[in-house]
């Protein structure tokens, strides 16, 4: 008996061990952190970043290398984050030029980076920029502080050789297709809060699609669900590979209209999970309950770049800390500086959410 449990235990041994070395590789989906290879490193392949903001705040910024072309979308959470940004981007941007930058829209945890006072440096004062993109409307005052700072440094940059249009300007002048280098191409997409006022400033967030051969990325900022409805209604949305959960995982985006059309692969949420910055409701919390989901039909491979440890105390670590999801050919790969877990193998998950029926 004892002699058929050690080969009992032996087999299991085997088998797991070979499951594991298998496990690496699933199909044309897989993780590994240090495949940052010249291969995907070329013209021709596109990488899309997700960064951490080195603070405990919730926030967004993403950066996009297309071939030569560096594009950032954001750069949240505040302007203690513009040192955190800077020294990543150091790492790609080698000839101090981002040919793009996308403001989705006027809340700090967008902006901040590009809006400091006049005794900061923005990131707009650290970088040369070829063209600026940002929201249509905004109900921030126009003598409130930091979205006066924003106009100032955005007429700075405009001053210094930097083209502005609001995307609405980009759907009504027909400049809303950009040809990238690397194959790579970016369609600001139309929504109807370009045109008319939204009683949250979330809505107006700009709203852009990336495609790489037969591979798309979508990017809606913080829009909310009747944003997402309209942009259902106005572009013809493809399946996605990649999509950036809308307005931090939260409840009021990533309808199930929305993902039902995208039907995306990989979902990477910017936020700082279980923080209370916004709410005391633990399932409300980003990555909340609702979004999760939502998102689960489609996919279980969901990232996140922070985690919160102690609000109040401002400590936070990197949940899957910068996340990488890189684009050759017909694959792509996702790699992580921290940990290489999907959502649900997280021990946050464990102790904070549901599991939905499909992730089971
Ligand atoms: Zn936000």
Known sequence: MKKFRFFAALLLGIVMAAVGAAGGFVGYYYLDRNRFTSEIYTNGAMQVHFLELGNKYTGDCTYIKAGDTDILIDAGSRTDSISTIDTYLKNFVTDGKLEYVIVTHAHQDHYAGFATNENTESLFDMYSVGVIIDFALTNQKEDGAMYGNYCREREEAVANGAEHYTARECIEQDKDVFELSGGVTMTVLDQRYYYEKASSENDYSVCTLFTYGDQNILLTGDLE????????????????????????????????????????????????????????????????????????????????????????????????????????????????????????????????????????
Request: proline content about 6%; aromatic content about 10%.
């Open 225 to 360: 669900e009747k944003g997402e409805e309209s942009l259902i209604e106005k572009n013809d949305l493809p399946q996605v590979t990649l999509y950036k959960a809308g307005h931090h995982g939260s409840k009021t985006s990533s309808s199930p209209e929305l993902m039902a059309v995208i039907q995306p692969e990989v979902v990477c949420v910017c936020c700082c999970a279980g923080s209370p910055e916004y709410t005391d409701v633990a399932e409300n919390q980003f990555p909340t309950q609702e979004f999760i989901n939502n998102v689960a039909p489609y996919t279980d491979k969901v990232y996140v770049t922070t985690l919160c440890v102690d609000y109040s105390n401002g400590d936070f670590t990197s949940m899957n800390g910068n996340i990488t999801v890189a684009f050759a050919g017909k694959s792509f790969t996702v790699q992580c500086s921290e940990s290489d877990l999907k959502l649900k193998e997280s021990e946050w998950f464990a102790e904070s959410r549901e599991t939905p029926d499909p992730w089971k």
